[in-house]
């Protein structure tokens, strides 16, 4: 299981990072800190086992980053869902 996870894990972070990275949108940005946070927990118990203080450490505070970003990504989605002012667009186009 271990052997498994060693491999599921940087994976799935490597593809948590180009989705969050890409920036193709709320909902992209916000599935890929929803696979990190799972991952960082996941990985956390994985490494209790081993008593690797280091990891643990270092993949809690990830969790409670990658939980921040989970948090806020419902307000960047409506900004983004939300339709612009088409005052505001006139204004920024003769600029």
């Known amino acids: 299981m271990e052997d498994l996870a060693s491999w599921m894990a940087p994976t799935a972070k490597m593809i948590a990072a180009t989705m ?19 991952w960082s927990m996941a990985w956390s118990v994985i490494r209790l086992s081993s008593g690797q203080i280091n990891l643990i450490v270092t993949n ?11 948090g806020r990504w419902p307000a ?3 900004a983004y869902d939300r ?7 006139i204004r920024s186009q003769r600029r």
């Open 60 to 70: 809690g505070f990830l969790l409670s980053v990658n939980l921040i970003g989970v």
């Open 83 to 89: 339709p612009a002012n088409p005052a505001e667009m």
């Open 76 to 78: 960047k989605q409506r």
């Open 20 to 38: 969050t990275a890409a920036d193709l949108g709320a909902q992209v940005t916000g599935s890929g800190l929803v696979i990190f946070a799972f």
